[in-house]
């Protein structure tokens, strides 16, 4: 079946450790998407690619790193750069133009211990 | 850059009742898709529904209707016969049609349904 999936689904971090968010998607997408996602705070943009070896920023973007070296393939890294990286993290893909809706893998919950 | 306010954060619900979410947004493009996205506990976003904003007509799914007021910027989702498993965070977002833009979302509202 296509679809996203993002491995692990809840992962530790040490304080000022870099951790890897896998992001996989089957369904030959062109865009994907990492959102974070805090109590009250709706989802937020952390960065988005639109084709393969580009990629932009979003509203937060500060303190994560990304790669789109594949077209399947969109995984997050957050820094110790990141003050409060302890968040459900949420990855996206879409269609290319023109835009319909996003669909989504199951999240990854990290807790910095 | 568009913004999207969802003004309740929590609403309620008795069971087999019409509940309605709000949901107003800011843009200056004549041209885009709004979306209702719902997440139950298991936090796997799912599209509810979805509307473009160049058909007049409002979308309908089953229970789930909306009302599109263009010239407002107002997209409120009505859910009919409420049911047990409707319990959720509600979440309206924007899209531009074109660009391969990303989805902008609202904070959210959370949803309970009453036995």
């Known amino acids: 079946d296509g679809g996203i999936t993002q491995s692990p689904k809840y992962l530790f971090r040490k304080e000022g450790q870099n951790v890897t968010l896998s992001c996989e998607q089957n369904?030959?997408?062109?865009?994907m998407y990492w959102y974070r996602q805090d109590p009250g705070q709706g989802l937020r943009l952390i960065y988005y690619s639109q084709i393969v070896n580009d990629f932009q920023k979003g509203d937060i973007a500060e303190g994560y790193s990304v790669s789109r070296e594949k077209k399947e393939s969109f995984p997050l890294t957050v820094t110790s750069a990141q003050k409060n990286p302890t968040a459900f993290y949420l990855c996206?893909?879409?269609?290319?133009?023109?835009?319909?809706?996003?669909?989504f893998g199951q999240g990854t919950r990290l807790t910095v211990v | 850059a568009q913004t999207v306010t969802q003004s309740q954060p929590e609403m309620s619900v008795q069971e087999a009742e019409t509940v309605t979410l709000s949901c107003t947004y800011d843009?200056?493009?004549?041209?885009?898709?709004l979306f209702w996205y719902k997440q139950p506990p298991s936090r796997q976003m799912i599209l509810v529904i979805r509307?473009?904003?160049?058909?007049?007509q409002n979308a309908t799914e089953n229970r789930f209707s909306v009302n599109f007021q263009k010239a407002a910027k107002s997209f409120s989702l009505k859910i009919s016969d409420s049911q047990l498993g409707d319990a959720a965070m509600y979440f309206c977002?924007?899209?531009?049609?074109?660009?391969?833009?990303?989805?902008?979302f609202g904070k959210g509202t959370r949803l309970s349904v009453i036995a």
């Open positions: 996206a893909s879409s269609i290319g133009t023109p835009n319909t809706e996003a669909f």
């Open positions: 509307q473009e904003a160049y058909k007049q």
């Open positions: 369904l030959n997408h062109d865009a």
């Open positions: 843009t200056s493009e004549s041209d885009y898709y």
């Open positions: 977002a924007y899209r531009s049609r074109w660009g391969n833009t990303p989805l902008v």
